[in-house]
Nanobody, 123 residues
């Protein structure tokens, strides 16, 4: 049973921080590229950040560059997204996804998806 489960979402004020977690079970993340995606109300799903399977190459959307950090703990089979300096435009449902590839760029080919965790940034 292959599964991804996100956690850590919630309501924060502008300028605040959140740390999202994505726990994988049924497969090992060390062979998969990982991506974080989000979907804001009324907008299409977009890529936020991703990491290659080897864990040494990361990518970020321009809108989150310098504010978000993706990381992975292979021993715990878990991926994290640290989000700092949050603004209302960061509001949305955040998903983690995995695919059996080396590179993480692009939205196609992600095989496994979590159910998502809600992030709301509001005063």
């Amino acid at each position: 049973q292959l599964q991804l489960v996100e956690s850590g979402g919630g309501l924060v004020q502008p300028g605040g921080s959140l740390r999202l977690s994505c726990a994988a079970s049924g497969f090992n993340l060390d062979a998969y590229a990982i991506g974080w995606f989000r979907q804001a109300p009324g907008k299409e799903r977009e890529g936020v950040s991703c990491m290659n399977s080897h864990g040494d190459i990361t990518n970020y959307a321009d809108s989150v560059q310098g504010r978000f950090t993706i990381s992975k703990d292979n021993a715990k089979n878990r991926v994290y997204l640290q989000m700092n300096s949050l603004n209302p435009e960061d509001t949305g449902i955040y998903y983690c996804a995995a695919r059996y590839m080396y590179f993480c760029e692009g939205t196609a080919g992600y095989e496994y998806w979590g159910q998502g965790t809600q992030v709301a940034v509001s005063s």
